[in-house]
């Protein structure tokens, strides 16, 4: 199944209290929970005001449904293609 990065503006993102984080991840996690077993959320970083999300669909399409349904941006969704780390080096 593809994985995917998501990018989205979230002005303030890097200022969200704990509370508001986990307020956000529990609106996204029930509409995966509604959406079924196909498309999982693997993690997330937060920027100043930038939110990185990695997911494994099976489309961008899916991606662009939950966005829509959790009211979300979605500036970026972009397949990773490979991985790399320092071991790519070795």
């Known amino acids: 199944m593809p994985k995917y990065v998501i990018e989205r503006t979230i002005r ?32 997330s970083y937060v920027t100043d005001d930038k939110v990185y999300c990695v997911y494994i ?8 449904q939950h ?9 970026a969704i972009n397949e990773i293609r490979t991985v790399i780390d320092p071991t790519t080096a070795e």
């Open 12 to 43: 303030g993102a890097g200022n969200l209290s704990r509370d508001e984080l986990r307020q956000i991840s529990r609106k996204s996690c029930s509409i995966l929970n509604a959406m079924g077993p196909q498309v999982q959320w693997i993690e």
């Open 67 to 75: 966005a829509l349904e959790g009211g979300f941006p979605a500036d």
């Open 57 to 64: 669909a099976p489309d961008a399409a899916t991606l662009v």
